[in-house]
């Protein structure tokens, strides 16, 4: 056989392998991937994983995408992409539970009518068109649930809504969440004087919770807790009476679970309008001390935590440092979380405003498990102080550090004894509550941007205050497979280092600016006072002494000077932020092609080299 014929015939081989190889590959490696993500963002989650695996009944998803329309958005056809596959990726993994179906919705068509019946929206285009993208869920029982479209504003958080769905679909009987407290999450800020106008704006996380539980608000004049609810969730708890009090005590004694919220100083409570049924306005301070003490907790309704380090950067009226640190608004990252409990495990940051401290009590017969705390450079300031201080570099230099990490929620559980043993049927029980120093974590502004597309609004968060509250109430009812998945794509990555560097350089040089403008705002009432003495004309100043004009002269100097060394305090405060920020664009712009080069020359002269060795050895 010729050489030439064996040349055709390994790369007729060659050319069959290619194709049997890419067959196999299509058929049994649909799923496969390599996700190089930090946070695995195109992987399902093992919660994912264990709900699709407990589905009993058949769940059918109808995925309705306008494939040519669309054709020509570039954006919109990469995420419809994402999504298929990984409607594809869920089909593949529930062996059969779930039935995936795909409907091109053409204009006219029966599709069409089918496709606006389910309510997913069409978004018209500038052709005229319209673009229909979105998901229709179905279970064997008529539930029904519907993501009306595919907005790129929840594209990070694709897994966690179409998990959310399935979840829904696969428990139609939900989990009772009764609502409880001066902040009345299901009317929002307007309070129920707006929801009787039909003007009420519920918190984002209310409208969340939703989705995911039954709720009811516990009117009230409240006298007993029904025994329907499952988890009773205590918003800033103000004016209870012992009787109400009581009935909080034997629901939690006998088996029921508590989400508890209380404040030492709440912003969110001054924005709310006063409830019909109490029109006095609800306090700042809120607690439940005779109900905290049986359960084992310690905590002080006025003392805030204050906290250098996990101070969040405000906007100030100081044109010459517009952005200061406010240490009783906190931004807690990932170190400040208990990464072995479920409700904490999973989150990587939080905004917090003026929280408050909780300690175990001695003697304490409950198990008190910190899930949250601040940095070790805190300490405890009063609320009324904090009230009453406006600007926050007077509050930043009020902190002396302590070198305590304060717990900012704790989850108790455990024996403990009823809070009023005179009166209460139940003696004694086990307990299960979650208590979180802090009310603001709903405050939408906090937490989440809401934005209007399509008509429907679209909650994009920016920290996991959401998952947190989420987190809480579905451990309590006893479920946490969405837990894993629920704030695994936040996408908010600060840069520690930097906020480091900027919390030292304001302490190292805060007092030194803060006595600098003292002096300064001194030097100019002096000035003007001593300008007031004579008349300014054409330049000249007339009816002063030669002595009282060189003293302004020389005030006027002192103030560029001051001024000059405020200048200087400014550019240090950002000198090594400055100095970082030139190191990295250097490694980022410079240092990668100059190793690249040296790489390049020492190759080149390694091969000279041998080229060289070789012809001096022939």
Avoid at 179 to 189: D, E, W, Y
Avoid at 363 to 381: C, E, H, N, R, V
């Amino acid at each position: 056989m010729s050489r030439r014929l064996y040349a055709l015939i390994a790369v007729a081989l060659a050319v069959v392998i290619f194709v049997a190889i890419n067959i196999a590959a299509d058929n049994g490696l649909t799923t496969a991937k390599l996700d190089l993500t930090a946070n695995g963002q195109f992987t399902l989650s093992q919660g994912t994983r264990n709900i699709v695996a407990g589905l009993k009944e058949p769940v059918t998803l109808k995925f309705y995408y306008s494939k040519q329309t669309a054709a020509e958005y570039a954006q919109t056809a990469q995420f419809a992409k994402r999504v298929r596959d990984l409607l594809s990726e869920y089909a593949a993994s529930s062996h059969g539970k779930i039935v995936l179906e795909e409907v091109d919705p053409e204009p006219f068509t029966e599709a069409e009518d089918q496709a606006t019946a389910a309510g997913i929206t069409g978004a018209p285009t500038d052709s005229g068109d319209v673009v229909y993208f979105g998901l229709v869920g179905t279970n064997a029982v008529d539930g029904r649930e519907v993501i009306p479209y595919f907005t790129a504003e929840r594209e990070e958080y694709l897994e966690y809504d179409l998990t959310s769905l399935i979840y829904r679909l696969s428990t139609p009987k939900k989990p009772l969440i009764g609502l409880l407290g001066s902040i009345q999450l299901a009317t929002g800020p307007g309070g129920l004087a707006a929801m009787m106008q039909g003007q009420s704006q519920p918190y984002t996380v209310y409208l969340e919770m939703q989705q995911i539980f039954q709720t009811q608000v516990v009117p009230p004049v409240f006298k007993e807790i029904p025994k329907s609810i499952d988890v009773l969730l205590i918003a800033h708890p103000t004016n209870f009476t012992p009787e109400q009090l009581q009935a909080i005590d034997q629901f939690a004694l006998n088996g029921g679970r508590v989400l508890l919220f209380v404040d030492p100083s709440s912003d969110i409570a001054s924005q709310t309008q006063p409830n019909p049924y109490n029109p006095v306005p609800p306090s700042p301070s809120s607690d439940m001390p005779a109900l905290l003490k049986a359960w084992g907790v310690a905590y002080d309704p006025n003392k805030v935590v204050a906290d250098r380090k996990y101070a969040q950067r405000v906007q100030v009226r100081d044109p010459m440092n517009p952005v200061a640190l406010y240490p009783v608004w906190l931004h807690v990252p990932a170190e400040g979380f208990d990464k072995k409990d479920t409700v904490t495990a999973s989150l990587q940051s939080l905004n917090l405003a003026s929280v408050g401290a909780l300690h175990p009590l001695k003697g304490a017969t409950t198990s008190f498990t910190p899930l949250i705390w601040s940095s070790d450079q805190a300490s405890l300031l009063d609320a009324s102080t904090v009230r009453a201080t406006q600007n926050p570099n007077d509050l930043m230099a009020m902190v002396e550090p302590t070198g305590e990490k304060f717990t900012i929620a704790a989850r108790i559980s455990g024996e403990a004894k009823t809070a009023f043993p005179a009166t209460a049927k139940t003696k004694s029980g086990k307990v299960n509550v979650v208590v979180i120093a802090d009310t603001d974590v709903f405050d939408d502004r906090f937490w989440v941007r809401v934005q209007n597309v399509l008509g429907k609004k679209i909650a994009a968060p920016f920290a996991d205050n959401g998952g947190l509250v989420l987190n809480a109430v579905e451990n309590l009812t006893g479920s946490g497979d969405l837990i894993s998945l629920r704030t695994r794509e936040t996408v908010q990555r600060p840069f520690t280092v930097v906020q480091d560097l900027q919390a030292k350089a304001q302490e190292q040089f805060q007092q030194k600016e803060k006595s600098l403008q003292q002096h300064l705002t001194e030097t100019q009432q002096r000035l003007h006072e001593l300008e007031q003495g004579g008349n300014t004309q054409s330049g000249t100043e007339a009816g002063l002494t030669p002595a009282q004009q060189a003293e302004i002269e020389r005030f006027r100097r002192d103030a560029r000077d001051t001024r000059n060394q405020l200048r200087d305090v400014q550019h240090n405060l950002r000198k090594d932020i400055d100095s970082l920020g030139s190191w990295l664009a250097f490694i980022n712009i410079a240092l990668v092609p100059i190793l690249i080069a040296i790489f390049a020359i020492v190759l080149a002269s390694l091969r000279r080299r041998k080229r060289l060795q070789a012809r001096a050895s022939t």
